[in-house]
């Protein structure tokens, strides 16, 4: 999806700057003011991609250290829960007290 959206913002780029020199100074300010926020977007949303890929990494290392993590108002430890790697989420174990409970990665500190 990444794809396809950046291809398009360079083609509607191109399809500017293409035009660029038969627009008037108005046009040609909210132009460019336009491909900045376009930047500034992408790169806001990055950054928050790459924050929150951290912290769910910083998660599962702390688990798989055997440390125990806060999530949900709970203490998720690898004695009580297993990960399921596909969705990132913590499977209470058998037999445990938190047999048949499932949580988020994403909602742990």
């Given amino acids: ?3 396809l959206i950046a291809t398009l913002a360079i083609g509607l780029f191109f399809l500017i700057l293409h035009n660029f ?7 040609k300010l909210i132009a460019t003011l336009v491909v900045f926020l ?7 949303y990055n950054n928050q991609s790459n924050a929150q890929s951290q912290k ?3 998660v599962i290392t702390k688990f798989k250290q055997g440390k125990s993590i806060k999530c949900q108002d709970k ?10 790697v596909g969705t990132y989420t913590f499977i209470g174990k058998n037999k445990t007290s938190a047999e048949g409970l499932m949580i988020n990665v994403s909602a742990c500190e």
């Fill in 38 to 44: 376009v930047i500034l977007s992408a790169l806001f």
């Fill in 21 to 27: 020199t038969e627009l008037n100074l108005k046009q």
């Fill in 1 to 3: 999806m990444g794809y």
């Fill in 75 to 84: 203490e998720v430890n690898n004695t009580n829960y297993s990960l399921s």
């Fill in 56 to 58: 769910t990494l910083d």
